[in-house]
């Protein structure tokens, strides 16, 4: 019943390593997104997709890359993960008047 | 460009006092507000949300927030708090027709007993 769902809610990996972090919704929205919240809470949007394409990258490392299979998922993979990837990343979707976050996905690099 | 400004990064209220949590937006075209909560370790909700209509709008578990144009603030208030009200609360905006949100820096709400 979830209506955005992200997973894994905890991962804790080495530097250098690669991983991926999934998310879906069902609610038949057209845009998703990715944020990033940092160790102080501040959030920040990394990425926007409107119906399997981009459209707001904001100047994240090329070591992201969003990846949008159908309308309803939208994946992030993580290259040479590093320890100031640390945070927690947040899943969200846009409905037409609030945009609604999943549970969250805790990230440690160690 | 939009941004949010809580002055407050921490409040700390007695149990059933009232609380103000102050949030002031920057922005040159029609706004929509938005509140959200996260409690500890878990995601971000939606509290309340401003598109138009009436200023004073209110959420199920008692806050509410007046969005002032001239002031360009969306204060959130709640006249008696709760223990479980311990949060941290985050004032969020996008324009109209605009994809992105853009969040405040967040205020923690600790409810002392």
């Known amino acids: 019943d979830t209506a955005v769902s992200q997973t894994p809610k905890y991962l804790v990996t080495q530097m250098g390593n690669d991983k991926s972090i999934k998310c879906e919704q069902n609610?038949?929205?057209?845009?998703m997104y990715w944020y990033k919240q940092d160790s102080k809470k501040f959030l920040k949007i990394m990425f926007s997709?409107?119906?399997?394409?981009?459209?707001i990258n904001e100047t994240v490392p090329n070591r992201f890359s969003p990846k949008s299979p159908d309308k309803a998922h939208l994946n992030l993979h993580i290259n040479s993960l590093e320890l100031g990837d640390s945070a927690v990343y947040f899943c969200?979707?846009?409905?037409?008047?609030?945009?609604?976050f999943g549970e969250g996905s805790w990230l440690t690099v160690v | 460009a939009q941004s949010v400004t809580q002055l407050d990064s921490q409040v700390p209220v007695f149990e059933e006092a009232p609380v103000e949590l102050r949030c002031n937006y920057s922005?040159?075209?029609?706004?929509?507000l938005f509140w959200y909560v996260q409690y500890p370790n878990q995601g971000l909700q939606l509290l309340l949300k401003?598109?138009?209509?009436?200023?004073l709008v209110k959420s199920i578990n008692g806050f509410e927030a007046e969005f002032n144009k001239s002031q360009t603030s969306f204060h959130l208030r709640k006249p008696s708090v709760h223990i479980s009200d311990t949060a941290e609360y985050f004032c969020?905006?996008?324009?109209?027709?605009?994809?992105?949100?853009?969040f405040g820096t967040g205020t923690r709400l600790t409810i002392i007993p």
């Open positions: 922005s040159s075209v029609s706004v929509y």
């Open positions: 609610l038949g929205h057209d845009t």
């Open positions: 969020a905006v996008t324009r109209r027709g605009n994809e992105k949100l853009t």
């Open positions: 969200a979707s846009r409905g037409l008047s609030a945009i609604y």
């Open positions: 401003y598109l138009s209509g009436s200023t």
């Open positions: 997709y409107n119906n399997k394409e981009l459209i």
